[in-house]
């Protein structure tokens, strides 16, 4: 299976050439429930499976076990199972105007783990009331003196879980992340950085993709299958081969590819 990237080409330099993906804010994405939206159906579901009389303890279960929760983040990095998507080229690649990377999974997923960000795929499900973490909650609610350390093991999932559900509304990016816990960010993945804007300050992390390639033993150029130049990019196949030769990477020169979407730039 293959995974794609879309984005610019500073970007794709950042990647390809560096060796390195950057990881955002999960937060500070487009998706304004991010993290948020799982606690809020998760918490329906749990109340729907549970008896009235129970609602104020269950209000004060997850008050007290997520009092913390507003300051914690994950951080990730995103990709769909769409290739050549003229949404993803709209919203992630500049209007078309940039690129887009084409990972092997099978690979990536080895990166991830052995990197402290695990692969892992979006749930756009619109109910949580078939998860088991409902009904383990619902018990923990109805029991008169709940064990603190399973409280503190079931919560603990459920935090961990946030980061990958997503509204309904965003299915058509049919999304993985390459996504940090949110706990200890910078215990796995070293110091932040910071991305300076004239009117913005963004924190993120660094995954260095080819350091842990070399630990692996995972040739760098195969973790690659594709790059495709978007559908108003002013780059050629020709200026893209020059410079990965340039830079080292003479086996990316036949994988380059144009796109064929009929995108309309406004």
Not at 115 to 130: D, Q, R
Request: net charge neutral; glycine share 4%; with cysteine.
């Amino acid at each position: 299976m293959t995974l794609y990237h879309y984005t610019d080409f500073n970007a794709m330099r950042g990647i390809i050439v560096n060796g390195e993906i950057w990881l955002w804010n999960l937060r500070r994405m487009n998706d304004s429930q991010e993290m948020e939206y799982f606690i809020k159906e998760l918490k329906a579901a749990v109340r729907n499976a549970i008896p009235k009389d129970f609602y104020r303890r269950m209000d004060d279960l997850f008050a007290e076990n997520l009092k913390d929760f507003s300051r914690l983040s994950s951080y990730a990095s995103c990709f769909s199972e769409y290739s050549d998507d003229a949404a993803q080229w709209a919203r992630y690649a500049k209007n078309g105007m940039g690129v887009c990377i084409a990972f092997n999974k099978e690979l990536l997923e080895q990166i991830g783990q052995a990197g402290h960000a695990p692969l892992c795929k979006v749930n756009y499900s619109k109910s949580c009331c078939e998860l088991d973490i409902v009904y383990e909650i619902a018990q923990l609610v109805t029991c008169d003196n709940p064990d603190k350390a399973e409280v503190h093991q079931i919560f603990n999932r459920l935090i961990t879980s946030s980061p990958l559900f997503k509204h309904p509304s965003f299915i058509s990016e049919k999304e993985y992340r390459l996504v940090s816990l949110p706990y200890d960010v910078s215990k796995h993945l070293g110091q932040p950085h910071f991305f300076v804007e004239e009117t913005n300050i963004k924190k993120y992390y660094i995954l260095k993709l080819r350091n842990v390639c070399d630990r692996l033993k995972i040739h760098y150029s195969d973790l690659f299958e594709e790059i495709c130049i978007g559908p108003q990019a002013r780059v050629t196949k020709d200026v893209l081969s020059d410079y990965f030769a340039t830079n080292g990477m003479e086996e990316l020169c036949s994988k380059i590819k144009l796109s064929e979407c009929p995108l309309r730039r406004f």
